[in-house]
């Protein structure tokens, strides 16, 4: 069980349902500020932790369970991130949820990670959060007041967010 604070703390707690034993995995440069998410990649070792403020990095990458961690930020605009999801066939390959639409990464793990937005059938409105159907790898994401769009995360092709019926709206 892994645990974000609202003062920029992160806690893996393992053995939760038992002997529970805490440890607080924070990075060294962490910002103050609230996690919004937290995601796993293909283990453990590897994380992904977003912050939704303003004024300050806000996506960590860890590949060695938090003992050490990477800023992957790069060219993001300055914006709160509200959820990341990982691509269960590839560490590298990340969605975020922000205040200006879905962004997307396929080199996350890169020393020059590059993001970029993922914007067919979604405007740039405030997502605020994404799940995805690993059978299919279909995302839906939670816009602030747009409705609900969906796409399917995949790894031959650049992901592309939609509506159903493309009318951006789903009834």
């Avoid at 403020?53 to 050490?68: D, K, L, R």
């Avoid at 930020?73 to 879905?102: C, F, K, Y």
């Avoid at 602030?144 to 009318?167: A, K, P, S, V, W």
Wanted: glycine residues 8%; contains cysteine.
């Amino acid at each position: 069980l892994f645990l974000g604070t609202q003062s920029g703390r992160l806690f893996k707690v393992e053995d939760a349902q038992a002997s529970p034993s805490v440890s607080d995995i924070s990075g060294n440069n962490f910002p103050i500020g609230n996690i919004s998410s937290i995601s796993i990649g293909s283990s453990e070792d590897n994380i992904l932790v977003t912050f939704s403020n303003y004024g300050i990095t806000s996506v960590y990458y860890s590949s060695n369970g938090g003992q050490t961690w990477d800023e992957k930020e790069a060219n993001l605009p300055d914006m709160p991130i509200r959820w990341s999801v990982i691509h269960p066939d590839s560490d590298d390959q990340v969605l975020l949820a922000t205040e200006i639409g879905v962004w997307y990464t396929t080199n996350l793990t890169d020393q020059g990670c590059i993001w970029y937005p993922s914007s067919n059938g979604l405007a740039n409105v405030r997502v605020d959060m994404l799940s995805m159907r690993e059978s299919d790898n279909m995302v839906l994401a939670a816009s602030h007041g747009r409705g609900l769009f969906y796409g399917e995360y995949n790894l031959q092709n650049t992901f592309i967010l939609g509506d159903i019926n493309q009318d951006s709206s789903i009834d």
